[in-house]
């Protein structure tokens, strides 16, 4: 950027104290159309899965797990991410993560597709996402001019209503056709290519190139508050998150006897429900006590689950997947904003990568047993352990993790830009 009247750079954020004013929404549209092609991305992969290739429920179980073990490369993103400028590393990302649906596409039109095809573009995906969502996420703190928790909040709605976006491109799936929807995903990776490119240069946080795993573990783990938030953040991913991913899909098919757009719809509520809950969070933003709010969203959703397993009618359904999107909405927004706001800064990008690991690697684990439950018993079933899982959450953290007490110092006027 530059001055109209000098005709000379503007000071960067080292020089003014605060960035460019363009750098945000360069951000967002950058973030908004990755997510887009990522919610595409799951989609795709679970219905493909689920409807097209009809894969038993124990056997997607083991499928989603082993599709989450290029999980562990988010740490090392993280590492990279603090050793590197990160705009870097996302423009390298976003080339790179453009190719595997163009050679899906290839494939199916020739009439190769198959169940090792779909794992195969499932583990590639995660593993380009792993090794750049740390980047992404340690970007906020360098280009935002707010504070964090409004941040977090504002990010996490744009990008949610372009996935919503995604989501009903997907639910054409039958009437579209795969190999066009494919193209389109490519094309999402390659407009926010585009965008990345409008942002400027942003230094590295750490001077050192080696790659060192376990600091980052390290420094995660010193902080009380940190290691805590990360911890219940897992317990609540293992049977919360895992249920959407596993059980959702064949509630739809085998419950409901719906279809790829009905799963898209499912899905679109889903996330209609975490944009609302943002929006409601924002305008409270930034709130003193966040920790209190991410704990009673736990117990609260013990309510919805217990909704869901009643097998309601598909008004009711739909009221409580919206409903466990709003709360799904508000502890991932949370729990985020909290660890971002507390993390050091040279070692933000590693303990963000932690906190994105325990998402994925819960799955890697709570996968197959819901697979197992699934197949065995029904898919509400699948439900069940999320019920527990949550109130066990909401007394542990109240009682020994100090998130009940913990202060955000965003929330002090000194604090805020």
């Keep these: 950027m530059t001055n109209a009247v000098t005709n000379k750079p503007e000071p960067g954020p080292e020089q003014s104290g605060l960035p460019g004013k363009a750098e945000f929404p360069w951000y967002l549209a950058s973030s908004s159309a990755w997510l887009g092609a990522i919610s595409l991305q799951g989609f795709l992969v679970t219905w493909l899965l689920v409807g097209t290739l009809e894969t038993p429920a124990d056997e997607v179980g083991l499928i989603r797990s082993l599709l ?26 976003h080339v790179a993560i453009a190719v595997p649906p163009l050679i899906v596409a290839a494939t199916y039109t020739s009439g190769n597709l198959n169940l090792w095809v779909v794992v195969a573009f499932g583990m590639v995906m995660v593993t380009l996402q792993g090794l750049s969502d740390p980047a992404r996420q340690t970007m906020l703190n360098q280009i935002t001019r707010i504070d964090i928790q409004r941040t977090v909040t504002l990010t996490t709605i744009v990008t949610s209503l372009v996935g919503i976006l995604a989501m009903w491109i997907g639910g054409k799936l039958e ?36 790659v060192n795993l376990v600091q980052g573990f390290r420094t995660a783990m010193g902080f009380k508050l940190v290691r805590n938030l990360i911890g219940l953040n897992f317990a ?18 085998d419950v409901y006897s719906g279809d790829a757009a009905f799963y898209a719809n499912v899905i679109i509520v889903f996330t209609c429900g975490s944009v609302g809950s943002n929006l409601i969070l924002f305008k409270f933003m930034p709130l003193l006590k966040p920790g209190r709010l991410f704990l009673i969203l736990q117990l609260s959703r013990v309510l919805i689950l217990g909704l869901l397993l009643t097998e309601p009618s598909l008004p009711l359904f739909y009221l409580g997947i919206f409903a466990w999107g709003l709360n799904m909405g508000g502890t991932t927004t949370m729990a985020r904003a909290i660890v971002q706001e507390s993390a050091p800064e040279k070692q933000r990008a590693q303990i963000l990568s932690i906190l994105t690991f325990s998402f994925m690697i819960s799955a890697f684990i709570s996968a197959p047993i819901l697979g197992i439950i699934v197949n065995t018993y029904s898919p509400l079933a699948a439900l069940v352990p999320g019920i527990f899982v949550s109130f066990f959450i909401f007394t542990i953290g109240y009682l020994k993790s100090g998130l009940w007490q913990y202060q955000s110092a965003a929330a002090f006027p000194s604090s805020t830009n």
């Design 236 to 253: 609540s991913s293992l049977f919360n998150a895992g249920a959407y991913i596993i059980a959702i899909p064949f509630i739809v098919k």
């Design 175 to 210: 009437t579209i056709g795969l190999t066009k929807i494919l193209l389109i995903q490519s094309g999402f990776f390659l407009l926010g290519l585009l965008a990345i490119n409008r942002l400027s240069p942003i230094p590295h946080q750490t001077p050192s190139k080696r």
């Design 68 to 93: 989450e073990l290029p999980a562990i490369l988010v740490l090392v993103g993280g590492v990279v991410a603090d050793r590197m400028d990160p705009r870097k590393l996302l423009q390298w990302a």
